[in-house]
């Protein structure tokens, strides 16, 4: 969206919206720009999710880098539970999906074991949506003009 119509929209000088985004993006919080692609015309039509248990004495930030380190694997997550990381994955085909388990993922020395789950279809998949987003400042603002009412 341009700054002009970001600048309509909330009421500000296209210069204070650019300063702002600026700041933003200085601070971390705008972290990039990104396109939405369509995986199926880029030939990464099949989707998987894959569970990583990791053995004894697995560092988790070692580890997390190898399995970001691996073509085909979009997202890593450290979770809490049964399993260490939770992977999402996009490949061509069931094929690619055998290799990228067989070659990349389960050889890497932290490697305990995977469970793979496969997408048969996905109905919501989208970017941080902030619509409706208030954030502390903001809410800690409303909520002292409610109470010095």
Same mark, same amino acid.
């Given at each position: #969206? ?11 000088a @296209? =210069?204070?919206v ?10 971390? +919080? ?14 990464? &039509? ?8 990791? &053995? ?9 880098? #190898? ?5 085909? +694997? +979009?997202?890593?997550? *450290?979770?809490? &539970? ?12 069931? !094929?690619?999906?055998g290799?990228?388990?067989? !070659?990349?993922?389960? @050889?890497? @020395? @932290? ?15 989208? #970017?941080?949506?902030?619509?409706g987003?208030?954030?502390? =400042? !903001?809410? =800690?603002?409303?909520?002292?003009? *409610?109470?010095?009412?």
């Amino acid at each position: #969206m341009a700054n002009a119509a970001i600048a309509r929209d909330v009421g500000l000088a @296209p =210069s204070a919206v650019f300063q702002r985004i600026k700041k933003l993006e200085a601070a971390g +919080v705008i972290r990039g720009y990104y396109a939405d692609l369509d995986p199926s015309s880029l030939g990464q &039509g099949l989707l998987a999710f894959v569970t990583v248990r990791t &053995g004894e004495g697995a560092r988790a930030r070692e580890t997390a880098a #190898m399995l970001a380190a691996v073509p085909g +694997v +979009v997202e890593v997550h *450290r979770v809490v &539970g049964e399993d260490c990381f939770f992977l999402k994955a996009r490949v061509k085909d069931t !094929e690619a999906l055998g290799r990228l388990l067989d !070659e990349r993922i389960q @050889p890497l @020395p @932290p490697v305990a074991s995977t469970r793979t789950t496969i997408v048969l279809c996905t109905s919501k998949e989208e #970017m941080l949506d902030l619509s409706g987003f208030v954030s502390d =400042s !903001e809410e =800690s603002s409303a909520d002292s003009s *409610r109470h010095a009412s």
